[in-house]
């Protein structure tokens, strides 16, 4: 009983030995493939992900714009955000999103500009 115990467990070891080595293959081949994506999406100049699927691969060109100082504009606009702030973050931004994303429009508008202005949210 003892020797069939043991040959089950040299069995299990094998066993685990090869998943492991396995698995460090699988990770050595995801990691040369990544690898491998970054180089073909500079060379096409592709779009990341998230506007790819928006804006396609053609000939269009994205002008993404990141706002870095997002409370402290809210903070300009009212004394009251400041608890907002604090209470419902996630809320006030999107106001704030919202209120610039109009902002920009009618700013290219009366330029002349037609844009097609939209939010997306990065990961």
Do not use: C, W, Y
Not at 40 to 63: K, M, N
């Amino acid at each position: 009983m003892s020797v069939v115990g043991l040959v089950l467990v040299l069995v299990g070891v094998g066993v685990l030995g090869l998943a492991v080595r396995e698995l460090r293959v699988l990770r050595s081949d995801v990691g040369l493939l990544g690898e491998r994506v970054d180089e073909l999406v500079d060379e096409i100049d592709a779009l990341p992900p998230e506007l790819s699927r928006t804006f396609g691969v053609g000939a269009r060109h994205v002008v993404a714009v990141e706002i870095l100082n997002l409370f402290e504009l809210a903070h300009k606009e009212s004394a009251l955000t400041r608890p907002l702030t604090v209470l419902t973050p996630r809320l006030l931004r999107d106001v704030v999103h919202r209120r610039l994303i109009g902002k920009v429009r009618q700013s290219l508008t009366d330029q002349g500009v037609r844009a097609d202005v939209r939010l997306h949210r990065a990961r």
